[in-house]
């Protein structure tokens, strides 16, 4: 579903700007920071941005929002069984659940002409309603706290109404984007979630670990193997929902400090 294109040295260094900010303004809800959403729309020119948790296999969507705007009405004029109906029979909306790919930056006009498309359900009972022509899709895994089921999925839409289609410089720019969308939203979801509680040897074996011991001092300065260190460290990246010694020390310590288990 791609092609071969350029970036300008303007696109990049936004990209640049994108992936490295700071953003404060962390929403309370699932999602994304609205600063960040406001830099995507000005980089994908678009009418609108929704963002949004769909459950595929509960037929029910558990967060949605549009930017700029407030909640979602994701069905739009049709019925909840008439909007999974037509999301079922949608493949710009179902591709992720039928295929399991959720890396590819889709168009509609990957699946549909404009004829095919204005003749299906989703479209006339959903879209057109709201003047939506044009959307680009990009999906991203369901985050931490949620059961890893099939179906569960968080997807950014932008949207735009009658006039040109997203260009494949769109979808290349959102492509390289991806990953560092995926990192800020799990970087929400922990945040929103808080830090989970370690036990008193698991925050023991972390302050060491901070302090830059090896396994090898670790287990010597609190009198254990260093298969028992290796556990120790193993369960809390399993706690922290980690997968380093550089990011379980970041998680744990947000502050520099680490509450007693």
């Known amino acids: 579903m791609t092609t071969s294109v350029t970036a300008s040295e303007q696109d990049l260094r936004t990209l640049a700007g994108i992936v490295t900010q700071d953003r404060p303004d962390l929403p309370k809800e699932e999602g994304l920071p609205r600063s960040l959403l ?3 729309m000005g980089l994908i020119s678009s009418d609108l941005l929704t963002v949004l948790g769909i459950d595929s296999s509960r037929q029910e969507n558990w967060f949605g929002y549009d930017f700029p705007g407030d909640d979602l009405d994701l069905a739009g004029d049709a019925s909840p069984e008439e909007f999974w109906d037509n999301y079922w029979a949608s493949d710009p909306c179902c591709y992720p659940d039928r295929t399991g790919d959720l890396r590819s930056i889709t168009k509609v006009s990957d699946f549909f002409s404009v004829r095919q498309w204005h003749s299906t359900g989703m479209y006339r009972d959903t879209l057109r309603p709201g003047g939506i022509e044009h959307q680009l899709a990009l999906c991203l895994p369901a985050g931490p706290g949620r059961i890893p089921v099939p179906g569960q999925t ?4 932008f949207s735009r109404g009658p006039g040109p289609d997203f260009s494949e410089r769109d979808r290349a720019v959102l492509t390289l984007l991806r990953p560092h969308l995926h990192q800020a939203y799990l970087d929400v979801e922990r945040h929103r979630r808080g830090t989970p ?10 302050r060491f670990v901070a302090a830059g011991h090896t396994n090898t001092q670790i287990a010597r300065r609190l009198g254990i193997s260093e298969g028992t260190v290796r556990i120790h460290l193993e369960n809390i990246y399993t706690r922290l929902e980690v997968s380093s010694r550089t990011a ?3 998680r744990a310590f947000p502050n520099g400090l680490v509450s007693e288990g």
């Open 38 to 40: 406001a830099d995507l």
């Open 197 to 206: 509680q370690l036990t008193r040897r698991q925050c023991e074996v972390l």
């Open 248 to 250: 379980a020390v970041t």
């Open 154 to 157: 968080v997807r950014l839409l």
